[in-house]
């Protein structure tokens, strides 16, 4: 039988593990959601202990179904992005004879994810854009920089946790984004588990249809 697989990244920076909690929350309501019981997973118990990792930052990437199946820690490499392509999830072309776009929770199967990926090379990524609305990006959510102030769409595909975080510590504001509305920015920063504000940001002038 056909089991649903989800996954979750964690960041593991000089020996600690970051935004624990919020990473625990989500796989337990994910489980939840989806296999109907909150199986009380407890990440500080269940993941490997950090004492080798004092040095440099790691991916700590989760594989789970109705149970934690699997566990690996890797060095992380940051990406290097230049551009991004945005992506009309309303176009005929991409939304003729697909299933519609969910991508509320982290599912391990990315097929779909991956074929708008097929045609962009290794310094590009792509940004999805929903009833003219800005989203995400194929691997993480978005702040734009307006002179002043960060500002993430509240029309991501994912919430994410750092995300979340950001927002709860005021440090960026939620507002609804417009493709109309991208000429008001000066540069886009991706974030997720993995990457702070700015590790990744790309000139305004570097997003092209």
């Known amino acids: 039988m056909y ?10 920076a000089d020996g600690h593990y970051e935004l624990i909690g919020c990473h625990n929350k989500r796989i337990n309501d994910t489980i939840n959601h989806f296999f109907g019981f909150n199986p009380a997973i407890d990440l500080n118990s269940s993941l490997p202990k950090p004492d080798k990792y004092k040095h440099g ?9 109705d149970r934690i199946e699997n566990i690996e820690i890797t060095p992380y490499i940051k990406r290097t992005i230049k551009v991004l392509k945005v992506i009309d999830l309303d ?5 003729s004879g697909r299933k519609p776009f969910n991508y509320e929770f ?5 097929t779909l994810i991956n074929t708008f990926l097929t045609e962009i090379d290794d310094l590009s990524d792509i940004l999805f854009v929903k009833n003219g609305l ?24 994912l919430n994410g946790v750092k995300r979340r975080h950001l927002l709860e510590k005021g440090e960026i504001i939620e507002k609804k984004v417009s493709i109309d509305d991208l000429s008001r920015f000066q540069k886009i920063s991706l974030i997720n588990a993995m990457l702070e504000p700015e590790d990744i940001t790309i000139d305004i002038c570097g997003v092209v249809f």
């Open 3 to 12: 089991m649903l697989r989800f996954i979750d990244t964690i960041k593991l």
């Open 57 to 65: 930052i790691y991916k700590c990437r989760l594989t789970y179904s």
């Open 91 to 95: 176009s005929p072309i991409f939304s």
């Open 106 to 110: 982290k599912y391990q199967d990315r």
């Open 134 to 157: 800005l989203t995400d990006t194929s691997f993480s959510n978005i702040i734009l920089f307006d002179g002043e102030k960060w500002i993430t769409p509240d029309t991501y595909l």
